[in-house]
Each structure stands twice: as structure tokens, then as C-alpha cells.
């Protein structure tokens, strides 16, 4: 029989990965295999996308924001073959998020390709988790804030139907390549009230893309100019799960001097990382066990 690690050396290892240590460093540090790391990240990873999934829904929201941030698997976009560029599992990946900007939850979020197709997804996905009150004169409408990229004019038209307030901010740089090692100077910044915004002045962006270097800090797989990446999308969607539920649960803003969920109301104390685990895997031997009585029930329905 295979030997079990034990919950604090679990924890352990998932709570260094957490913290922006690779598997080879983690495997360094705990003498536990990278294989067996990779297992306990998959296995906690795949249940933290449910807990999310379930605790995330009617959220109460003022202002959106909304951004990509890139990342690759197996290779770069430009090294695949003519048949792996028709796989959206490998090459350039986008992850896609959602953050209150009062709260700083990040409530929705989306991994594949940069295209209208993932963005569509991702707004639809938005859509299903924000609570809207009705409001025949628009006044409560939540806004939404987004950069440039064209399909996010159309998934929110279509997906919200109305129902939310849309701006764009477009910056432009000086010399944009310059940001592969500092970030570049701006030297504009146009905000365009696409429906229902007042003062353009309101449009922004600026909360959401200082989280993706807390993506980049605390997330190896995103970490730029190292050999960081990913080698399955499986394992590049568990990890980012386990991260934005630590994030929201487990990680006080310190801005904010208690954690994402805590201000969003989600949840009333502060979680340790110990806590999220603890949480997350009840919640994922509930669903266990309710899918093992689902299935004894469809069996016995069939045998009458």
C-alpha cells in the first residue's frame, strides 16, 4: 500500500506553492516528490474551483473591473506546429478577472485563449455571480470598467442586457516595449463612456492591474522572464484556483486590513490558510458523497 502524506505535510507543501515557491523548490524544501506535490495541488486546486464556484454567487457589486493577464503552456504561441495552434489548451493563455474594486474580490475569472469566444465566457460567467436590483432608472446599476479589447463591448451588451454601466480605458505608452523589465511611460490615457456612464472620470482600471502582480508575486506559473510555466492546462486552472481562493479567503488586503471576502460579507472571521483547507475539503466530500448517492439512486432506478 502507498503511503499517505500526512495533513500537515499537505499543507505544507500547498501552503509554500501558495506563497510563490516552485515544485522544484517545494520538493527542495519538504522532501516530499514533485509528482506528490503535483497531485495535492491538483486534487485541492479542482476542489477549490467548486468551493468558488459555490460560494460566489448573488455578489453584491458597485464597480467591476475587468483585465487579462497572459501566461503560456508547454510552449510560447510561436513555437507551435500548424495542428497544436488548433489546441486551446496549449500555447498563449489569458486569464481573466473580475475585481470589486470597494471589496477587492475577485469574483469571476476565466483561463484560455485570448478571443471573444473565452471573453464571452468570462462575462457570462460574471453575469451569473453579480446581484442586480432592480432598478427601472438605472440609478443602481453596478458599472464595469474594462481595457480596449474589442469582444468585451458586445458579451456585456449581450450577457447583461442593459443592466450595468460600461466604460473603456485605453492607455497608450510612449514605448510599450520598454515594459519587458520596467513598467513604460504613459502618455495618454482616454476613457470612453460606452453606456450609461456620467462622469468619465469613473472609468478605471488601475485596482485590477495592480492585482495581476500580485498574480505574477504569488503564482509561479505567471511569473515572467524565468522558467516558470506550465506543462498541462489541468494544472495551470487547479493552481490558479487554489490561489484566488486564498486570495479572497485567506490573505488580508492590506489596504483593506482583512481579507476580500471578510469585506465582501462572504464570510465573518479571518481564515488561515489551515481554515481554507479544512473548509474547501469538507465541501468537496459533500459533493463526493452526494454524487455517490445520485449514482446509487440512477442504478436503482434502472434495475426496476
Given at each position: 500500500?502507498?503511503?499517505?502524506?500526512k495533513?500537515d505535510?499537505?499543507?505544507?507543501?500547498?501552503?509554500?506553492?501558495s506563497?510563490?515557491?516552485?515544485?522544484?523548490?517545494?520538493?527542495?524544501?519538504?522532501?516530499?516528490?514533485?509528482?506528490t506535490?503535483?497531485r495535492?495541488?491538483v486534487?485541492?486546486?479542482?476542489?477549490?474551483?467548486?468551493?468558488?464556484?459555490?460560494?460566489f454567487?448573488t455578489?453584491?457589486?458597485?464597480?467591476?473591473?475587468?483585465?487579462?493577464?497572459?501566461?503560456?503552456?508547454r510552449?510560447?504561441?510561436?513555437?507551435?506546429?500548424e495542428?497544436?495552434?488548433?489546441?486551446d489548451?496549449i500555447?498563449?493563455?489569458?486569464?481573466?478577472?473580475?475585481?470589486?474594486?470597494d471589496?477587492k474580490?475577485?469574483f469571476?475569472?476565466?483561463?484560455?485563449?485570448?478571443t471573444?469566444?473565452?471573453?464571452e465566457?468570462?462575462?457570462q460567467?460574471?453575469?451569473?455571480?453579480?446581484?442586480?436590483?432592480?432598478?427601472?432608472?438605472?440609478i443602481s446599476r453596478?458599472q464595469?470598467s474594462?481595457d480596449?479589447?474589442?469582444?468585451?463591448?458586445?458579451s456585456l451588451?449581450?450577457?447583461?442586457?442593459?443592466q450595468v454601466?460600461?466604460?473603456v480605458?485605453?492607455?497608450?505608452?510612449v514605448?510599450?516595449e520598454?515594459g519587458?523589465?520596467?513598467?513604460?511611460?504613459l502618455?495618454?490615457?482616454k476613457?470612453?463612456?460606452?453606456?450609461?456612464i456620467e462622469d468619465?472620470?469613473?472609468i478605471?482600471?488601475?485596482h485590477?492591474?495592480?492585482?495581476?502582480?500580485?498574480?505574477?508575486?504569488?503564482m509561479?506559473r505567471?511569473a515572467?522572464?524565468?522558467?516558470?510555466?506550465?506543462k498541462?492546462?489541468?494544472?495551470?486552472e487547479?493552481?490558479?484556483?487554489?490561489h484566488?481562493a486564498?486570495?479572497?479567503?485567506a490573505?488580508?488586503?492590506?489596504?483593506?486590513k482583512?481579507?476580500p471576502?471578510?469585506?465582501?460579507?462572504?464570510?465573518a472571521e479571518?481564515?488561515?490558510?489551515?481554515?481554507?483547507?479544512?473548509e474547501?475539503m469538507?465541501?468537496?466530500?459533500k459533493?463526493?458523497m452526494?454524487?455517490?448517492?445520485?449514482?446509487?439512486?440512477?442504478?436503482?432506478?434502472r434495475?426496476?
Open positions: 500500500m502507498a503511503n499517505r502524506l495533513r505535510k499537505v499543507l505544507l507543501c500547498l501552503r509554500l506553492l506563497e510563490g515557491n516552485s515544485i522544484r523548490s517545494v520538493e527542495r524544501i519538504t522532501r516530499v516528490h514533485r509528482d506535490i503535483m495535492q495541488l486534487k485541492f486546486g479542482d476542489a477549490c474551483q467548486r468551493f468558488l464556484d459555490l460560494m454567487r455578489v453584491v457589486v458597485h464597480h467591476a473591473q475587468l483585465d487579462e493577464i497572459w501566461t503560456w503552456v510552449k510560447k504561441q510561436g513555437r507551435l506546429t495542428q497544436e495552434q488548433k489546441d489548451t500555447g498563449d493563455i489569458y486569464l481573466f478577472t473580475a475585481l470589486d474594486s471589496t474580490l475577485l469571476s475569472y476565466k483561463l484560455g485563449k485570448r471573444g469566444e473565452t471573453t465566457a468570462f462575462v460567467d460574471m453575469a451569473r455571480r453579480m446581484y442586480r436590483a432592480p432598478d427601472t432608472q438605472g453596478p464595469v474594462t480596449g479589447f474589442g469582444p468585451y463591448v458586445g451588451r449581450r450577457q447583461f442586457k442593459g454601466r460600461h466604460g480605458l485605453i492607455k497608450n505608452y514605448n510599450p520598454s519587458r523589465y520596467a513598467p513604460p511611460d502618455s495618454q490615457a476613457r470612453i463612456p460606452v453606456n450609461g468619465k472620470y469613473t478605471c482600471t488601475s485590477v492591474e495592480r492585482l495581476n502582480c500580485t498574480h505574477r508575486q504569488h509561479k505567471l515572467r522572464l524565468t522558467l516558470a510555466f506550465s498541462k492546462f489541468e494544472n495551470l487547479a493552481a490558479t484556483a487554489m484566488i486564498t486570495y479572497n479567503f490573505r488580508v488586503h492590506r489596504t483593506l482583512c481579507t471576502a471578510m469585506k465582501a460579507g462572504i464570510v479571518l481564515w488561515s490558510f489551515d481554515h481554507l483547507y479544512d474547501v469538507e465541501q468537496a466530500s459533493d463526493d452526494t454524487r455517490k448517492m445520485e449514482r446509487l439512486i440512477n442504478a436503482l432506478n434495475r426496476k
